[in-house]
């Protein structure tokens, strides 16, 4: 259940009822929100003289849920909004890894040709195997601070585990959660401290109850900037890297309020299918795309084979323009 006590209730009141009803206590603009389990259907009676409303919950997909809030949560990336009434399809890309100064630099100017806002590129890389680049770390997150100062970007990169959260959360303006960290609740709750959008990407194996319920540890925190991304999960095909959940795509859409975006890249896990899948997701009206581009994706250090390069995806750009606008939506 989810309980909104009322503006005159003070945090140290609110923290003194939370510990007695047993409920997580955060604020949310200014108003201090109590969370239980869901199973709790009818507000404590000591909480009713300090409750403004009060939302009782079918699983403990609670915050995100649209029982509790029906309209989708609104994310202010400052250049533009996704979520809420606005129809805006977030475009970011970059590469798979940081891999030099040259290839960052050649992968921002992509973005600036293309009035792209946002580049993505990994740092920290939580590889399957222990003998695969790892990433530059730090290094890596300098280059693309650089690259935010020199081109007005915003950029977007991974938390492998919590031991560099709080340099993630320093350099970047978009945290991103990966597959498989999507469990980690050190990260989840480190993001939820802070107030920088985190997009959440669903772990491969995951279903789509545990997908939220993560997001939930976020939320939770007093963190109200998440964004869900789907990028495929693990079935029984061979054929293709992972399988590009759309049915799932569809649920979180009509049952939670968060935000959706979608990385074709991660799921089709070969560049001759990025294109068509990438226009797959863009008619099902979402609110971002994440396609990974490298400058020369033969020489890439990690995912090459699925890395567009740049005259490939400036032309599935460009094919995304009436798609988008075939179904109302706007590419930012």
């Known amino acids: ?17 939370g510990v007695r009803n047993k409920c997580i206590v955060f604020e949310d603009n200014g108003i201090q929100v109590l969370v239980s389990a869901s199973s709790l259907k ?3 009676a000591e909480l009713a003289p300090f409750t403004e409303a009060w939302f009782p919950t079918s699983s403990d997909i609670q915050l995100a849920s649209k029982e509790y809030r029906a309209q989708r ?7 533009a909004r996704i979520g809420g009434t ?7 890309t970059g590469p798979c890894s940081v891999e030099s100064l040259e290839q960052i630099t050649q ?61 993630v959360i320093e350099y970047t303006d978009i945290i991103q959660v990966g597959a498989k960290a999507m469990y980690d609740q050190g990260i989840l709750r480190r993001c939820g401290q802070s107030r920088k959008p985190v997009l959440l990407k669903r772990g491969f ?19 109200p900037n998440v964004v869900l991304c789907e990028r495929g999960i693990r079935t029984f095909e061979t054929k293709t890297r992972f399988t590009l959940d759309l049915c799932g795509v569809a ?53 090459a084979s699925q890395q567009l390069n740049h005259a490939e995806y400036t032309a599935l750009y460009n094919s995304l323009k009436p798609v988008a606008a075939a179904v109302g939506y706007e590419m930012v």
């Open 1 to 17: 259940m989810v309980i909104e006590l009322k503006k005159e209730v003070s945090a140290a009141q609110a923290a003194e009822l």
């Open 42 to 44: 009818t507000l404590p």
């Open 73 to 79: 949560r609104e994310i202010d990336l400052g250049f």
């Open 86 to 92: 606005n129809r805006n399809t977030l475009m970011i």
């Open 107 to 167: 992968s921002a100017e992509l973005c600036v040709s293309l009035g792209i806002k946002v580049l993505r590129a990994g740092c920290y890389k939580p590889r399957t195997s222990p003998y695969s680049f790892q990433g530059l770390g730090l290094e890596g997150l300098k280059l693309l601070a650089q690259m935010r100062d020199k081109y007005g970007l915003q950029v977007i990169t991974e938390v492998r585990d919590a031991s560099h959260i709080d340099d």
């Open 205 to 223: 194996g995951s279903t789509l109850q545990e997908f939220v319920q993560a997001a939930e540890f976020v939320l939770s925190g007093g963190n």
């Open 251 to 303: 649920y979180l859409k009509q049952y939670t309020n968060l935000p959706v975006v979608l990385d074709p890249s991660h799921a089709m896990g070969y560049a001759y299918g990025v294109p068509d899948l990438t226009r797959a997701c863009m008619a099902m009206g979402i609110d971002g795309l994440l396609i990974e581009t490298h400058p020369t994706p033969a020489t890439a250090l990690s995912d």
